[in-house]
């Protein structure tokens, strides 16, 4: 059965944005680093990173927006929606902090999304996926060995680089499991062969993140409670502020065209 049939049109628009949400906010935290980085080298790899989310949010949105047939763009997904309409996971949400909040972020985000986007792209019966997954997959694994050399660094690094690396995993880590907690149109798109299940890569993440804690000699976590809410458009204040920054040019000058 095609997936069009076997799902409805807007519960696939709504299980693509998810992930299309996530790229795109946790594209802008990195674009915050311009500038700032600690370092000429660490400024471009920053700023690449970015730039790779970002052209996989602009390949989902566009997907998303041929699916729903009614006119919407990439430009319409990413800058005119209210902060209740974005379905990122609250993780790539979080605001950067220092370089040790940022890397350790990555490190969560790829670890789940390099095996995710290899899934996608050897399983969906949706082509468009899997041709954004096939590119994808690639630029997360350079994510991954880029995040995870940092974490290592800095974990077994000086005292300061080790205590703010320590500080990044207490108040990260406890926004990891939203990233395996399918919403119900990602569980209708599962159904459907549109997308993997989340828990189907949770080995390879657990994995992922032992061996780069052992070597950076960070002791993970045991938390209780996960934080959720961002699959249900319930994000944090933080949130707020990053979509005034995100959203001002299409806001301030409508139908702007450079």
């Not at 709504?14 to 299309?20: D, K």
């Not at 690639?138 to 005292?159: C, P, Q, S």
Request: aromatic share 8%.
């Amino acid at each position: 059965m095609p997936v069009a049939e076997a799902m409805s049109a807007d519960r696939r628009v709504a299980a693509i944005l998810e992930i299309a949400d996530d790229c795109l906010i946790l594209g802008h935290r990195l674009s915050e680093w311009c500038g700032h980085a600690p370092m000429l080298e660490e400024e471009l790899a920053l700023a690449n990173m970015g730039l790779d989310l970002l052209g996989q949010a602009r390949a989902l949105y566009a997907h998303a927006g041929e699916i729903e047939g009614s006119g919407r763009d990439e430009d319409d997904f990413a800058f005119l929606r209210r902060e209740r309409d974005y379905v990122n996971c609250l993780l790539v949400e979080r605001e950067n902090r220092d370089f040790a909040h940022t890397m350790l972020r990555q490190l969560y985000f790829a670890a789940f999304m390099q095996p995710y986007w290899r899934a996608v792209a050897g399983s969906s019966r949706d082509e468009t996926l899997v041709g954004i997954a096939a590119k994808a997959e690639k630029e997360m694994a350079y994510h991954l060995r880029h995040a995870g050399e940092w974490v290592i660094r800095l974990g077994d690094g000086t005292e300061e680089s080790a205590a703010r690396m320590a500080e990044a995993v207490i108040e990260l880590h406890r926004y990891t499991g939203e990233l395996f907690t399918p919403s119900p149109a990602r569980t209708e798109a599962i159904a459907a062969g549109l997308l993997p299940d989340p828990e189907s890569v949770r080995a390879d993440w657990d994995g992922t993140i032992a061996t780069v804690f052992d070597e950076a000699r960070i002791e993970t976590p045991e938390i209780r409670v996960m934080q959720k809410g961002g699959r249900e458009g319930r994000h944090g204040e933080e949130m707020g502020h990053l979509l005034s920054e995100l959203q001002f040019m299409q806001r301030a000058y409508p139908g702007l065209e450079w």
